[in-house]
């Protein structure tokens, strides 16, 4: 008999079958559309750490950025932004630097080549989705848009 497991989000019940089911979905969309950074030789992810593609992606605005702020920003520990940060400015992607008027906080910013790189993984991204979209009719879209974005936000 499958377990059934109440959500915290409204009570609903949720079965093993019914997290199997979407859990195998979710690893054939990656696999099929190439979504896993790991598996993309000769992709924009190409030799990138899975936590760099997050980070590149976190610090592309305009905003100011420093270690703490990116780690609260993505929930990750200050030794994994720190790691990540040490291969992205060793690829010559991201720079630290410090601010005249505040010398104790370091600053991190992408660099022309890091721009290049985030636009052109977000470029494939945006196709790949299109893709995906393209398989469903106008209604499927449009649902399966609004039950990510209610994912999202958690």
């Known amino acids: 008999m499958a377990r059934v497991r109440k959500s915290p989000a409204d009570n609903n019940s949720v079965s093993d079958q019914q997290a199997l089911a979407l859990d195998e979905g979710v690893a054939t969309l990656l696999q099929r559309f190439k979504l896993e950074p790991s598996i993309v030789a000769g992709s924009p992810y190409a030799n990138l750490h899975a936590n760099d ?10 905003e100011k950025w420093n270690v703490r702020r990116i780690a609260q920003s993505l929930g990750a520990p200050i030794s994994t932004i720190s790691s990540a940060l040490d291969r992205l400015e060793k690829r010559g992607l991201v720079a630290r630097g ?6 104790r906080v370091v600053h991190i910013q992408l660099t022309a080549a890091g721009h290049r ?3 052109k993984i977000r470029g494939q991204q945006v196709e790949v989705c299109r893709d995906m979209l393209a398989r469903l009719g106008e209604r499927d879209r449009e649902e399966l848009i609004r039950l990510v974005a209610q994912l999202a936000q958690g």
């Open 98 to 103: 410090r601010r005249p008027g505040d010398r």
């Open 53 to 62: 593609v997050g980070l590149l992606a976190a610090i592309r605005g305009p």
């Open 117 to 119: 790189l985030v636009a």
